[in-house]
């Protein structure tokens, strides 16, 4: 973590929001971290899914469950981002 991080980020503009309301911005923004946050945790289930050999059957396919899941919750973030940008 950087230690200068909320300093940085309460400065910051993003020249792609700038038009959005102040509503349309902070969703903008959450959707983005949320976004990132899946993709992050995908690929740690995508991981743990290669080295499937130490899970037991059961577990697997639960953790395939949840990657599918959030994966399809990545999808849907990269519409409403889109749909955002374009407005």
Known sequence: MVA???RLLA???LQLV???SASDQASF???VVELW???RAVRSMKARLRS?????D???QE???????VQKRIGELGRRISSLVSS
Request: charged content about 25%.
């Open 58 to 60: 059961e577990s697997s």
């Open 52 to 56: 499937a050999s130490s899970l037991p």
């Open 4 to 6: 200068d991080a909320p």
């Open 63 to 69: 953790l395939f469950r949840r990657a599918t899941d």
């Open 18 to 20: 700038s038009g959005m």
């Open 11 to 13: 400065g910051g503009r």
């Open 37 to 39: 946050s899946c993709r």
């Open 29 to 31: 923004l959450l959707d």
